[in-house]
């Protein structure tokens, strides 16, 4: 009784103090405020309304700094994380590019806005990202958890506050100090451990610390001395003897000052076991203290100098470099690593004989014998490193060699048992020091380390529900830690009546992907233009500097996502500031999707149409599609099969072929139909293809995109090592374009929803409502409604078909359910008829139904509000 009587005086006391400031109508939406700027489009702001007391607003004028506004004024959020960049003061990056606001969740009871920014532009990259998180009640109590990257994945520094809106102004309820939030280096168990007693290293790097982990710290166990492991992670792991460390290709690595780096003027034996994931870009060490260069020629990219290197190229085979006699010499084995298995490594030198040899797993794979060799090593002023290079080197195979900028990488897998003498062992003891730590053949096959795998979502079944959802999609563990995206940076929409997915994925830059029920990708191209630095693309933000995604609605009828993103270069460059593009994809139950693409650069308009499918590591493009790859149609009916066979076709036979269908090796294929104008010329890419991949049949495959940190703007794939794209043409149009799925493989099953949608019936007969006109770029009728009830009629014929139409009603009143109707039957709430309110840009609400329904005659529509 008494606690009843204490909530009774509070309510009557908050509403004293507050009366009918808030009511039901609590909600966020996407709008553009007055601020103009050149550069974004209709969802460019986020306002939050808290019934008739005020909005929090995330505008563009404050670089999305939320600001309160109510009837007695404005008051700004306290900038916490100090913001430095070429803007205002209150906008200090001028143009946001580096900054972004999102819905992520909107309900009666909470909303949540997430705000990302890089606080500092001249300080840009991956581990530069802060996220802001508000959770906003609809009593105006806001918690807001701010938290900065670090160097280190998983390690955070967090701050909290708390705040309370009020009419007056905004009251700081608290403010904790600001504190680290780190994830502990995860332990392994490790293999047991192995004596090797073979020759007396003067370096020996166990990595054998995974089991009782010291922080990001190996020791070289010969000297004692404790080595920094660089990178955002570390990975301890089960190696051939204890345990290994786990390398990321980019960032990962071991080093000894030069200082206290041995002295190998007498020769010398470098080994380790080695596991690749991935063969590197190019030479990459396993152990060096080499002074390395970076040129531009076709195919090298690398320069290696004084010192000594034993190093991986860029198709797994072991090479040693070596500076001696005023040359470098090099010699590279004849056999490749495998992937994913660990195999022994290890080479010698010998200065008395003039020769260097190379081993694999104990045994003898190549040798070179060379008076200049006698001259003795020239060492290297410069620190030991394992792993990684120190200075940036090019890629190997780049597509343009003039775009091939160099970059930091190393060897992506494992290294365990790193060794160094000084002096050149004999055959026979490599081989037994190989046999030593043999870990037997199915721990060999079966190293612990995550397979890489392409994030579809799908797993042949259909889900329970049609929607979309925010996630944070991985490729391998190795690769994730790469990323400080917080929990939300892709879109993932699957459906209830088909087994695929739409996905809007960081490691594509958030490029559209359509994804079968096997996991078999299609990723289209974005909007493209020259930069001084290459490509200006989606695919050159490697890191996802600015490109975003968002979700802007999320209904049984519809969902939309918007898809924004810079035209830049490799190297961040822009051609001009206002080439950004903002994309729209409506995605409907069916499959559906339209994309409507708005550029706003000041120059001509880049063409965005072409068709790009992916290969998983261990995937050739004909393992994904038939050769017999795609289907051209036009809304006559006429169709025709083309064939890569023998080459890459050309559109000699179907006139205005506007329907495209892609064959996957699926049971459901892809397909995307253009605007009545537009055609499918052919395939393309004669002269690009990789030299180095074996028999190639379509354009491509490269691999500088998707995955890769690569500073390149093209790069031709060796092996199935890494996920790969490829070219089939594409249907060259403008503004907009339909895709789907698909269980049937003739074109002209399409024709009628490709007539439906570049030919829509009219509307007439028109009671209770305006229907306005069709939106191509929705696939939607836009209605305003009138009165409560309303009806019309769609003249559908075979010209101008009816196939699966969605609504759009303004107007609408508030949050209440329709019912439909049609030729006067009720058509009953379920998988044929779907609808949801959202709200639109003025904060309005919005009706959204969606009907499966065909038809090529006349269909009288009725909508009203259900009892």
């Known amino acids: 009784m008494l606690l009843q009587k204490r909530r009774f005086v509070f309510a009557f006391a908050f509403l004293l103090l507050f009366g009918n400031s808030f009511s039901a109508d609590f909600a966020a939406y ?24 005020g909005e929090l607003l995330f505008g563009r004028e404050k670089g999305y700094l939320p600001y309160w506004k109510t009837g007695q004024g404005e008051w700004m959020v306290q900038e916490i994380v100090k913001r430095t960049g070429n803007g205002p003061q209150e906008r200090p990056d001028e143009f946001n590019v580096a900054s972004y606001v999102r819905i992520i969740e909107n309900t009666p009871q909470s909303v949540v806005i997430h705000w990302r920014y890089m606080p500092d532009l001249e300080n840009q990259g991956l581990t530069s990202i802060v996220h802001e998180v508000f959770t906003i009640a609809p009593d105006g109590l806001v918690k807001r958890e701010i938290r900065r990257a670090t160097d280190k994945a998983g390690k955070w520094k967090v701050t909290v506050q708390n705040l309370r809106l009020r009419p007056d102004g905004i009251e700081q309820v608290s403010l904790a100090p600001e504190t680290v939030a780190a994830a502990p280096v995860k332990s392994s168990q490790g293999a047991p451990v192995k004596a090797n007693t073979v020759g007396a290293p003067v370096a020996w790097w166990k990595f054998d610390e995974g089991t009782n982990p010291r922080g990001d710290a190996t020791r070289e166990s010969v ?7 660089s990178g955002d992670k570390t990975f301890w792991k089960k190696g051939v003897s204890g345990t290994a460390l786990a390398f990321d290709g980019y960032h990962s690595g071991v080093s000894l000052p030069a200082a206290q780096a041995p002295s190998l003027k007498s020769g010398f034996t470098l080994e380790a076991w080695v596991v690749l994931a991935a063969y590197p870009w190019n030479f990459a060490p396993v152990a060096q203290q080499m002074t390395v260069g970076s040129d531009d020629l076709p195919g090298r990219g690398f320069i290696p100098g004084d010192g000594y290197s034993l190093a991986i190229d860029d198709s797994g085979h072991p090479a040693l470099f070596l500076g001696a006699g005023g040359t470098t010499q090099t010699l590279v084995a004849s056999e490749a690593l495998p992937l994913f298995r660990w195999t022994h490594v290890a080479a010698t030198y010998e200065p008395t004989e003039g020769r260097m040899v190379v081993y694999v797993d104990g045994k003898e794979n190549g040798k070179l014998e060379n008076p200049e060799l006698k001259a003795g090593l020239k060492p290297a002023d410069c620190d030991l490193s394992i792993g990684l290079h120190q200075k940036p080197v090019r890629a190997t195979l780049p597509v343009r060699p003039k775009k091939n900028y160099p970059g930091i990488f190393g060897i992506e897998g494992m290294l365990d048992e790193v060794r160094i003498h000084d002096r050149a062992l004999a055959p026979a003891d490599v081989a037994r020091s190989c046999a030593a730590l043999d870990p037997g053949a199915e721990s060999r096959a079966k190293p612990d380390l995550e397979r890489p795998a392409l994030p579809g979502e799908v797993d042949g079944k259909n889900a329970p529900r049609f929607g979309a959802r925010y996630a944070n999609l991985g490729y391998y563990e190795l690769w994730n830690s790469l990323w400080r995206e917080g929990d939300w940076p892709d879109v993932v929409v699957r459906f209830d009546q088909l087994p695929v997915s739409v996905l809007f994925w960081h490691g594509t830059s958030y490029g559209p992907s359509f994804v079968m029920e096997n996991n078999k990708w299609r990723v289209d191209q974005s909007e493209e233009q020259g930069c001084k630095s290459g490509c200006g693309e989606h695919m050159s933000d490697k890191q ?63 063409g965005w149409d072409d068709h790009q499918l992916f290969t998983g590591p261990g995937q050739r493009p004909e393992d994904i599609v038939d050769l017999k790859a795609v289907t051209v149609g036009n809304l006559k009916g006429e169709s025709a099969r083309f064939d890569w066979t023998n080459g890459i076709p050309k559109n000699d036979k179907i006139k205005k072929a506007n329907i495209q269908l892609i064959h996957f090796k699926s049971q459901y294929k892809s397909f995307c139909i253009g605007e009545e104008k537009a055609h499918w010329a052919g395939g393309w890419g ?182």
């Open 544 to 606: 996802c500097r600015y490109g975003h995604v968002r979700l802007i609605e999320n209904t049984d009828a519809r969902v939309v996502v918007h898809w924004r993103y810079p035209l830049i270069g490799p190297l961040y460059d822009f051609l001009e500031e206002t080439a950004w593009t903002d994309e729209y994809f409506y995605i409907y139950p069916d499959g559906v999707t339209i994309r409507g693409v708005f550029y706003h650069g000041r120059g001509a308009k880049p």
């Open 686 to 867: 004669e002269t690009e293809r990789s030299p180095a991949f074996g028999k190639v049949y379509f354009a491509g495959p490269w691999n500088h995109w998707p995955i890769s940190q690569l500073p390149s703007d093209g790069r031709f794939a060796l092996a199935t090592d890494r996920v790969t794209h490829f070219a089939v043409g594409g249907i060259r149009q403008k503004k907009r374009l339909l895709y789907g799925f698909t269980e049937c493989e003739d074109a002209s099953r399409l024709v009628p929803l490709g007539r439906a949608w570049n030919m829509p019936p009219e509307a007439v007969e028109q009671k209770g409502c305006y229907v306005e006109a069709y939106d191509q770029f929705q696939a939607a009728f836009q209605i305003r409604a009138k009165k409560p009830s309303f009806s019309f009629r769609l003249e559908a014929s075979e010209e101008s078909p009816i196939v699966n139409p969605c609504f759009v009603v303004r107007r609408w009143g508030g949050d209440f359910r329709a019912a439909l109707k049609t030729n006067g039957k009720p058509v009953p709430a379920g998988p044929d008829f779907r609808q949801g309110i959202v709200k639109d840009t003025d904060g309005k609400d919005m009706l959204v139904i969606w009907a499966r329904i065909q038809e090529a005659k006349p269909v009288e529509f009725e909508i009203a509000r259900a009892k």
């Open 30 to 53: 996407y709008t553009r405020l007055s601020y103009q700027d050149e550069i974004s489009g209709k969802y460019a702001d986020v306002a939050v309304r808290l019934g008739d007391m």
């Open 223 to 229: 000297s004692g001395r404790d080595c920094a492991i």
